[in-house]
């Protein structure tokens, strides 16, 4: 069944309102996602999505942190003995907007029967083939828990790199605008000045020596 969006409306454990949106493949699974969260429903519907709403998922985007930070925190709670569904849920009220609707598809796949590999394979794009690869490999020789801390870790690892290397080009990037400001600025004002400096110098010699003779 393909996962569809609900809209919510309720109040937490304190009795406050609140409400959003999760991916749920019908009301029923919405209703037992939000009564695992201790959420008690007021108002539920499926949501009806525009073309605006399109547009800004289409460039809300799964971040290369929000993918480290599921990985180290699904990684620690396997590990604890938590059951994958309640991690799961724990992660999509942790998780960036963007992220929290990938982990929801995630969620719902599971709780249908699929294993967590198939679940983010279904989920979208987020998860690279390797990653996926991993995660399957793990399940199959069920030690899950460890693929995903070294998954973890090599993402950390990845992410670390690309931040000291995008710091190390600032600094050239900054010397080469810089450069092409100053070429901009000698060829749009100084080069003309100078050359009509010139051309009125070359005028006023070529005066002096008609006088001259």
């Not at 309102?17 to 519907?45: C, P, T, W």
């Not at 899950?144 to 600094?171: P, V």
């Amino acid at each position: 069944m393909a996962s569809k969006t609900w809209f919510y409306r309720g109040r937490d454990e304190m009795g406050r309102l609140v409400n959003g949106s999760l991916e749920a493949g019908a009301q029923k699974q919405a209703l037992e996602m939000l009564r695992e969260k201790k959420v008690v429903v007021l108002d539920i519907g499926e949501e009806q999505k525009t073309g605006l709403d399109i547009l800004t998922r289409r460039f809300n985007r799964v971040s290369t942190n929000d993918l480290v930070n599921f990985t180290r925190q699904l990684s620690t709670m396997i590990s604890a003995g938590l059951p994958l569904t309640d991690a799961l849920t724990i992660l999509s009220s942790q998780s960036s907007p963007a992220m929290a609707e990938v982990v929801n598809k995630v969620l719902v796949s599971v709780e249908e029967g699929a294993t967590l590999s198939e679940a983010m394979k279904r989920s979208g794009d987020s998860f690279p083939p390797v990653y996926l690869a991993l995660v399957k490999a793990g399940e199959a020789a069920g030690v899950l828990d460890t693929i995903l801390n070294r998954l973890a870790t090599s993402l950390e690892k990845q992410r670390d790199f690309r931040s000291k290397t995008k710091g190390a080009l600032i600094y050239p990037i900054i010397i080469v605008v810089g450069m092409t400001l100053v070429a901009a600025v000698m060829m749009i004002f100084v080069v003309p000045k100078m050359t009509e400096l010139y051309q009125d110098f070359g005028i006023r010699g070529v005066q002096a020596q008609e006088v001259q003779d």
